[in-house]
């Protein structure tokens, strides 16, 4: 019984077996009492990596290292786990944002809530999988084993244009998965390693490195891929249509943590294996990041009157800061992106949290239709202040150490786009305070007085501060400690080999 | 002729090599002799009987796998048995037993004798295992024509629905071609390899060997091109392929669903037995024609069945058009065969991945569809997943893994054909078959969404689909297991990994 002492895989299996059971008919009492061990044993196990990660010996960068055989050994394809300074900030991210969510879908009252449950939990394995996998194939097969259910909470238990909304998603993510699924069997038939496991391919490409072009063409099929799943500017539309009708514990999940998965294969699998292919793109996509990304999708932040809307397309914007840190191709910067996906995952999450809190209160989600919600709800007011603050990269906060790396190693890169970039923060204080003062200050409009009279505003309950005290303090612990994870992370970039991967030479 | 060469003759017909041929051909004459024999009330019986002795044959086969024949000829060299045979083997009965099992749910909605129905599809069955042993082409020939026989025989079954009727009949004509298809193709080989004048022609060119030796001597001989071709033609209608996959959708469409369902998988499944039977061991030599003929096929294959069944309401039409696509996603898989050693392993498991999903969909369907069996249209799913949440859930892991969806054992089959084509440098193939999977993502998620994400109309506003029938025991348990034979094939392969990827 070994497989018990693993965190790796009690970290998947837990949120399986307890979907499982409620799938096999659990009454709905007990369903919800074993939801929060579905939930609670991921985070726990998240928190034992997180403290034994400096201590443990370390096998070529990666602790816990376990093989599990799947049948498909012939071909270099087994359940390998392990978490390296970059997997686990993100390992630990997808813990405590599944723990958020969880807890939160758990007392929503949301219809047919086993089901509900059971795709969430399905979707937390495959999150906590994506990080923890080793082997390429199984980090793809967690990717998709999140995303399934994804599309089906969007397509049933979503808000308005939900059909479309699913649809929209399934097949740009599919589009975007299936382009860097070709992309990992490319690399995985040229290395020539006849395995998928990461360690043995990148020994394997560092040896006999692949040839230029090759590796061009192949991080170019990669970015796109891997970009579209992160919204890349031209090919975000997806986003904030399938946020603004997401549920809220989806909105958290996939914001959160499913959509770094892009990233996370970008840095993790693209960098270290095709170093020679990142230069040529390099330039390309730091124009689109920052003209795309930022500036445009930060324009179209500003003009939004929806407040889900407005979130989604931050995290559009936001994540062109993250691909600008790929682009600058430095240890530091790629350092910095790491940071900036933990702190921004945990920072969106509790965004979409309290604005689904907001919406409760006010039943829209029309900005212009809300105003002075602070008076009758202080609590929930200080909590948005202080999710809108993050999400700017206001210090103190975790987004700050993560934009603040971005910015220095993009200023090294180039200066002009540094400028261009920098107009961002600009930006995203300007719709993130407007959106607080429009819905927290100010007088009642008429419309949410009509709202509230029906239904009197209660302030955050129990059942809605304890998801966002999770977030809210691992944000700001991030925020005054950042060597909590900055250290691992520091470990993973600056190892001599890969200094070079990274470095983009 | 003395009677030692009777001897001679008679050593060769190893009868015990062909049981499980033999105990399903026996099976099914046993089963009209029952009908003679028991009084009318016990008739009811009799489908039982059918899939209990099936069951029977299947779990002989499997403790017997190794055994036996494995690696020999027999009949004098018109068989030859293969482990990948007992597989196929395997894959035919487990395929006639849930048709059996959907028949008993399609055909209690009928008015129609029952036991020659199960007769037939025991025949079939059994023809087909021989078809895809045989190792020459006479048994070729005649194996194919018992199994058209017997599936002309099955799609008209409805003798009084106009659209089974249709189908039958376009059934009839197409199958006609392609068999006279598949025959002047062998003829015209026959005749090219039997000339004395050429190097290296052959006594036996009819068995696979002597063809083979033949075509190695001659690769690029014009007649036996031609004959390559036509031979091609003639299997492609069995697998659907492009441009022989006019006949699908409306054969589909009229055939009663269980048949509908021997066709698009255990018929496809033949066909592709016989094509890397023949592309292997006979047709290898002219790779060179093969290659490229086959690889245009994939590609159209794709192309078409996909943007076909996009525009499709009838889920008959629309499996059958998908089916179409996945005969082009095979058929990448034979053509990398050429130059990777995965792809036939890749194409095995992908049969078994589309037997899985295929008879999962087919299930539901069957518990779908009212008396007129062809009316069978996506707004009937409306609210399905919220009235029958089993049904539901096993029409959406069956999509599922037909889309290719991980963890579903279809993402399995689509991935190691993915693999083996790029190891055999099929770029713009794989392009292709990627845009077909974001097709396909499209209609067959537009299947999922009729039944969950639509509300059921409530009755008097046009609502006015068919009944749906309870689910019984037997079928329950089969369509459970399916399903979750495709979750778990998804992520374990376990023994069946190791031998398929050897």
Redesign the interface.
Known sequence: MSFLTDPLLMSIAAPLAVALAIGLGLPKRWSVRLAYAGFGVPLLCALHVWWHFGKLPRESGYVFLRDYS??????GIG?KLGVNGIAMPLFVLAGLVGFAAGLYAIRSGAERLK?YLMLLLVMQAGLMGIFASVDV?FL??FH??AL?PT??MV??WGGRD??YA??TM??YL??GA??S??GL??I??KSGAHSFDLIALRSALDAQPLGALAQRHLFGLLLFGFGILVSLWPFHSWAPLGYGAAPSSAAMLHAGVLKKFGLYGLIQVALPLLPDGAPAWSHSLAVLAVFGNVVVIGLVTMAQKDLKQMIGFSSVMHMGYAFLGLAAGSAFGIGGVVFFMVAHGLSVALLFLLATCVHHRTQTFAMDEMGGLAQKAPVLAAFFTAAVFASIGLPGFANFWGELAIFVALWHYSAALTVAAVTGVVISAVYGLRAAARVLFGEPTAAFLQVAARNPVEDLRWSERIPALVLLVALLFIGFFPRSIARPINLAVSAPSAAAAYAGR | MDVSTLQHLAAGNTWGAIWPEMALGCLALALLALEIVLPRPAHRHIPTIAIAGQIAVLLALLLGFHGGYVGRESFNGLLRHSTAGQGMRVYFVVSSILVCLLARVSLAKQAMPRVEFYHIVLVVAAAMMLLAQSNHFIMLFVALETVTVGLYILVSYGRQSAPTLEAGFKYLVMGALSSALLLFGIVLLYGVAGNPALPGHSVSAFSYDGMAAFLAANPHNFLASVGIVLVLAGVAFKIGAFPFQIWIPDVYQGAPTPVTAFLAVASKAAGFAVLLGLFHRVFFPCAWLVVPVLSLMAAATIVFGNLAALTQHNVKRLIGLSGVSHAGFLLLGVVASASSALAVGAVYFYLLAYLLASFAVFGVMTHMAGADDSDQELEHYAGLAMDNPFLGAVLAVGLGSLAGIPPLAGFMGKFLVFVSAFQAHLYWLLAIAIGGVVVSIYYYFGWIRAAFFDAARPAGEGANRPERTPVGAAAGIALGALALASIVLGFYQGPLGRWLTW
Request: charged fraction near 10%.
């Open positions: 799947t049948g498909l050994d012939n071909l359940l089901i194939f793809y097969f998709e084993l399934i599309f089906i397509g049933v939900r059909t699913a649809m399934t097949i599919t589009l299936m382009l699924l070709i069997i490319a995985y038939v």
